[in-house]
């Protein structure tokens, strides 16, 4: 990564290299650093095109309603994308969308409705969801079943090198043990991998020839619907999970690009196998970089469908802002596991509103970040450290308190600024500090001007109920030389 910015002294934390030109003094930054799960270390970053990186995140098998593990993935990546924007880079994002899968299939039966009807329900719930949580949508959103021709050519490739074989009962399965390097993503061993943990057909019923081997095409079944049964060399039927991120990310950014990431429960199989199949067909590297996000728990479980201890994020947006539930996610590091609880989303909602006070003090500055700036620099630091948003939301904390202490609108607008990389702090202060309430504002303005006339005739008393009567229903009164105003209290 290359970033030139004037400076007169000040030289931000990190590795920089100093030039002089025409009187002008120019800091080069090379310090993004990101945790490559393929090589079990932090790495320097560079993508292969200079100014220009290609990334490719597994999206939702859309099935149903979003979870807070989704929304966890979603929000990790569009911040590492708002990153390497908000660094000079362009970014092409692909996040794909798997619209044929065993699970949408059985679902879609059993509402009675075709499978394009279920997926297309099911993507706009995805996207009013992503949406709300302040995502933004990526370049390239490829649906499995438009890519279909693409995942036969790769298949076929694999059957020519040897590595893909045409099972007895119709399938096409991919060789595992004929692929010298699986396991490197994962660290596992062949012998060390647990067969009874993968589905598996024994040979003798005309299936897998290895436990281990996976499918690339899945034969038709009679008693499947007519509208996921494609025709092919192989005969009719559909492909397999695996294979359609291995065709989709060759096609929409080449055969190697820069980041590949997703769920940390997708790093083995999935991400596993789209190495075999895109190495093996290819004979290239799949992805310079791998990341894995962590997952969200319930009582140190993982969220998800299959244990049926999910919340939907459409269901925690009933009772929480959708910047609160965003907070709750940026501000533990990504690769973390994240504790799910209402304690926590309070807790959050609280420190938003900390931030959020800050920025109600004072009107902020529109500004141009300087990364030279003390707090700028700082949180520059923190993303470029594997993009570190802890350390990035305390570096906004502590300016928070600076735009407090000193009423500057220049630091408010910075605090801003920095919010806004992190998707945060775009809102109306006075909206957020006040959203929650059960009373309108028209009926809250009414109480403190009755409670401005009970102190002006020094009936402090009634002053004083009115104001614990309106934090009994949470309502926070906050008095300032310049009058008297209100925010929900946590």
């Not at 290609?54 to 708002?82: E, I, K, N, P």
């Not at 009675?112 to 279920?118: A, H, Y």
């Not at 996921?228 to 989709?248: L, N, Q, Y």
Request: charged share 20%; proline share 4%; with cysteine.
């Amino acid at each position: 990564m290359v970033w030139v910015l004037r400076s007169r002294w000040a030289v931000p934390h990190g590795r920089v290299r100093l030039s002089f030109t025409s009187s002008q003094w120019f800091l080069v930054f090379m310090s993004l650093r990101i945790y490559n799960t393929l090589s079990r270390d932090v790495v320097d970053f560079t993508p292969a095109e200079p100014g220009h990186v290609r990334m490719y995140v597994c999206g939702m098998t859309v099935y149903d309603l979003c979870h807070l593990g989704h929304a966890r993935s979603m929000v990790a990546f569009d911040v590492v994308q708002r990153w390497l924007k908000a660094s000079g880079l362009k970014v092409t994002y692909v996040r794909n969308v798997t619209d044929i899968d065993d699970k949408i299939i059985k679902r879609a039966v059993e509402n009675g409705e075709t499978i394009r009807s279920l997926t297309d329900r099911m993507i706009d719930a995805l996207h009013q969801d992503a949406d709300a949580l302040g995502i933004e949508r990526p370049q390239f959103e490829p649906r499995a079943t438009d890519y279909v021709p693409h995942m036969l050519a790769m298949i076929g490739t694999l059957e020519q090198k040897g590595l893909a074989y045409r099972a007895g009962n119709g399938d096409v399965n991919f060789a595992v043990r004929k692929f010298p390097g699986y396991g490197k993503l994962s660290g596992k061993s062949l012998d060390e991998l647990n067969a009874g943990e993968r589905v598996a057909v024994s040979h003798e019923e005309g299936g897998k020839q290895d436990p281990l081997d996976f499918v690339l095409w899945k034969s038709a079944k009679p008693t499947e619907p007519d509208d996921v049964k494609w025709a092919s060399p192989f005969g009719a039927g559909r492909p397999g999970w695996h294979i359609e991120c291995s065709a989709m990310s060759c096609e929409l950014l080449g055969e190697t690009f820069d980041i590949h990431g997703g769920g940390a429960d997708l790093q083995f199989p999935h991400h596993e196998n789209e190495i075999a199949q895109s190495e093996g067909a290819n004979g290239q590297p799949l992805a310079k970089v791998w990341m894995h996000n962590g997952f969200i728990n319930i009582d140190n479980e993982k969220m998800s469908k299959s244990l049926g201890n999910f919340f939907t994020i459409r269901d925690v947006l009933k009772t929480y802002d959708a910047e609160t539930v965003r907070f709750f996610v940026v501000r533990s590091h990504y690769r973390s596991p994240l504790n799910y609880s209402n304690v926590h989303l309070d807790d959050a909602r609280g420190a938003l509103k900390r931030m959020y006070t800050a920025l109600h003090s004072v009107a902020a500055d529109a500004v141009t970040i300087d990364w030279t700036h003390p707090f700028a620099a700082r949180f520059q630091s923190a993303m470029n450290e594997d993009f570190g948003t802890p350390e990035a939301v305390a570096v906004l904390f502590d300016l928070a308190s600076e735009v407090n202490r000193s009423q500057s609108a220049a630091l408010a607008g910075l605090l801003k600024a920095l919010g806004g990389i992190l998707g945060l702090l775009q809102g109306d202060p006075q909206s957020f500090l006040q959203s929650g309430s059960v009373l309108d504002d028209a009926a809250i303005q009414l109480q403190i001007q009755a409670r401005a006339a009970a102190k002006g005739a020094k009936n402090f008393a009634e002053a004083d109920r009115i104001r614990q009567d309106l934090l009994v229903q949470g309502i926070a009164l906050k008095d300032s030389p310049t009058g008297t105003t209100w925010e929900a209290s946590s």
